[in-house]
């Protein structure tokens, strides 16, 4: 059997202690560059890779830097700091020496305590109720995608830029810590649900707290995930969103922000 | 006239190229440590002093890695790289060598651009008809803020965790992005709006957009920000919230998240 292709994406050969290389993927290509969502995911797994590394991904903050070309790439990985139960990291990927995105992220043992998931999902049919959305693109990351639109029209002008998206991997691909870092990275643009038409844009910075441990990923398997998001601020060439990601049961797995420039 | 108590704990000592001298202040001291806005605002504060710093604050994220001891400390911050109109950089507070707290950060040009905020703030009564929060605590960084809460008990049972409180420096000083950045942990830790007994607790990482330039800072003057925030999940040892910071003329000046660890 083929490895799925975000497997191959996301491959990365160590060099100890703390480098580790890649290479990029026209599986997941985006426009001038990787999609960000598996730039993100290669980071993610050099970290979880490394044989210091304990507990499982709490916060992971990502900047990209400049774009990403086609080719190898080298990730360095840096423990900065290992306390009783956590650790935090910083991690940068790297063409030709150029720094091109930078992380910094925390791992932490999960323990038993006094829980409250205050957040809810929103009330939306079942994914199998819900047609896939017709490829927006022919080739690259899209394609690696399936998008069931329950709310938000993409290249409308909806009253707000609110959408519920059931996402899943193609082909389907049991959820680990790397493929929901890069699922956080696969909402519609926001500017897309408030204007009709395309403009540039790119993601700066996007921002995860994991808010459940492995077992509620092995729970969830290769389900599609609900994604919820809206934007808050479109301002002097920037937006953000807040997005939630839910398991099919109804777990909320992330939250997660992002930051994007767009061009006018 | 004394300096504000605010820029006395942020004051710091340049030593070319990138290294900066600073010393942890009484007036903002928390249980063990610093009050966390303080030592973001100073890590902010390095970066924006930074000779080669271009453009305003856009993205700040900051992990708090082990507590900072009373005493002196040394940021450093490192332009990792300078696109044509933004930056990044990184910066790590240590003593003694050792790193207590590490930042990534985006400085940007703002650009006049089409633009849309979604967010919209909560009606609530001025500041003037909210009377002050008797204080919290008689030593430390809380006398340091004066909160007029609207909405959410502390240290009850809440329906949620959702809070609209106006919140301003003690004395009044003029809004900056240092002050801005400290503000943005000035938030109620959740847990108190949902159990109503004290449990340690400690913030790990802070997340902040600037949505507002520096024309709008200065607008806004001394005048109390209202803070809405909310939290999403409690699980595992750890919650977060997801909060807005509202200037007095209802302008959106930040979006902020914040992961907190709490005992049991």
Redesign the interface.
């Known amino acids: 059997m083929n490895p799925h292709p975000f497997d191959t994406a996301i491959a990365l050969t160590h060099e100890p202690p703390d480098r580790w290389r890649g290479r990029t993927s026209d599986d997941y290509w985006n426009m001038v560059s990787p999609y960000g969502g598996v730039t993100a995911g290669a980071m993610m797994q050099a970290m979880l890779d490394h044989p210091e590394r304990r507990g499982t991904p709490?916060?992971f903050?990502l900047?990209f830097?400049?774009p990403i070309n086609a080719g190898d790439y080298a990730i360095d990985t840096e423990l900065?700091?290992a306390?009783r139960n956590?650790q935090?990291w910083?991690i940068?990927l790297s063409q030709a020496g150029?720094?091109?995105a930078?992380?910094?992220a925390?791992c932490?043992l999960?323990?038993?305590?006094?829980?409250?998931?205050?957040?809810a999902p929103p009330e939306v049919p079942p994914p199998e109720q819900c047609p896939p959305a017709p490829p927006r693109k022919a080739t690259g990351f899209l394609q690696r995608y399936e998008f069931r639109i329950v709310r938000g029209t993409p290249f409308a002008v909806n009253e707000?830029?609110l959408s519920h998206v059931w996402v899943s991997d193609v082909p389907p691909r049991p959820l680990d810590f790397a493929s929901l870092t890069a699922l956080c990275d696969s909402f519609l643009p926001r500017i897309f649900l408030?204007?009709p038409d395309f403009v540039p844009i790119g993601t700066?910075?996007i921002?995860i707290?994991f808010?459940?441990?492995e077992a509620a990923l092995t729970r969830h398997g290769a389900a599609p995930v609900l994604t919820v998001a809206?934007?808050?601020?479109?301002?002097?060439?920037?937006f953000?969103h807040?997005g939630?990601v839910w398991s099919a049961d109804g777990t909320?797995l992330a939250?997660t922000?992002q930051?994007v420039w767009?061009?006018?």
Chains 1, 2 share one sequence.
């Open positions: 709490l916060a903050t900047n830097l400049a900065v700091r306390n956590s935090h910083a940068r150029r720094v091109l930078q992380a910094i925390i932490a999960r323990r038993e305590t006094w829980s409250l998931v205050e957040a707000d830029s408030r204007r700066v910075s921002n707290y808010h459940a441990g809206q934007a808050q601020a479109f301002s002097d060439g920037h953000d807040h939630h909320l939250t922000q930051l767009y061009k006018e």
